[in-house]
């Protein structure tokens, strides 16, 4: 549960002081000043977080799990897949109307305009980097492999953000913004795939039957 209300009460805060203009918004532009460096590096970063270079990842992670369990003979092998699937849809049904909403303006390195609260490529990444390693996991037997696994997601996610922070593609409100909605995406995510799991190893392993 606290996973869950952490990140939605910083995410309420955070979205409240953006919404009325609040006291954080001044701290949250300072220091958008002092790190900005827009280049040519630190732009190849936040392109990480393309939907064109994320969701393909979790695609071929989803298409892998969902070959693994049916393979396995797994009851309900499709509900991981499926579940990373539909919380990676969530995303722009969740951050577009969010944009519309607050209207919140670009940085000064950007052109003039408004939508730029939560980041959208901080959301991609984070969702579907995270709900691949979640994928990946359950199919991991080495420690190591799983240490790695997770490690190189969260390294992703974390230079996606870096790059558009320093980059000045977004303030850094909008990527904490994210960083929140993706904890309860992938918290969610993890909560299906975790029970499915338990069901599977749990006494006989559930699986399908087949021709008699």
Do not use: N
Not at 34 to 60: N, T
């Amino acid at each position: 549960m606290l996973l869950l209300l952490l990140p939605v009460l910083l995410f309420a805060l955070v979205t409240w002081q953006v919404v009325t203009d609040g006291p954080l918004l001044t701290v949250d532009e300072h220091l958008s000043g002092d790190i900005v460096h827009p280049d040519r590096f630190w732009e190849l970063l936040s392109d990480l977080g393309d939907v064109q270079v994320a969701v393909p990842v979790l695609a071929l992670a989803v298409g892998c799990a969902a070959w693994r369990g049916r393979l396995a003979g797994l009851d309900r092998w499709w509900l991981p897949p499926a579940a990373a699937a539909l919380t990676m849809a969530l995303v722009p049904a969740l951050v577009v109307p969010l944009k519309d909403w607050t209207a919140r303006p670009a940085t000064p390195v950007m052109p003039p305009a408004v939508g730029y609260y939560p980041s959208g490529h901080t959301a991609t990444a984070a969702v579907a980097y995270g709900a691949t390693a979640l994928l990946v996991l359950p199919w991991l037997r080495s420690p190591a492999g799983r240490r790695v696994t997770v490690a190189a997601c969260t390294a992703l996610v974390l230079a996606v953000s870096t790059g558009l922070l320093i980059r000045g593609y977004h303030w850094p409100l909008d990527v904490v913004a994210s960083w929140c909605l993706a904890t309860v995406l992938l918290t969610a995510l993890w909560r299906v795939i975790s029970r499915s799991s338990r069901r599977t190893s749990a006494g006989t392993p559930r699986r399908r039957s087949g021709p008699s």
